[in-house]
């Protein structure tokens, strides 16, 4: 609830940034509950809002597989790895996805 509260105080116009990551937090908090279709809301704005937000690109594409969108978690995945290639979560999270895409390992 304070999430929701803190989300509609904040302008996005002032802190783009601080909102993303409060969006961020919640899609967290929601896909810790397994209510992935409500945190795919609030990572898909995350992104909207701030398109070098790492964090929001992996968990919309954490959301994305668990609601069966290979291939929007793909590329979520992919926008995400893009902005940090360091990030083994993300390596794994790509490895994870290609197959249950019915892949061969890389």
Known sequence: ELYSEAIEILDAGQSPRLLAELL?????????????????????????????????????????KELSDLAGAWES?????????????????QDTIHRLEGGAER
Request: glycine share 4%; proline share 2%.
């Open 24 to 64: 961020g937090n919640r899609c967290l908090c929601q896909m810790r509950l397994k209510r992935y279709q409500e945190a795919l809301s609030d990572a898909q704005r995350a992104v909207q809002v701030d398109a070098s937000y790492t964090k929001g690109f992996y968990r919309l594409a954490i959301c994305q």
């Open 77 to 93: 995945a992919m926008r995400a790895w893009a902005l940090d290639p360091q990030d083994s979560a993300i390596r794994e999270l």
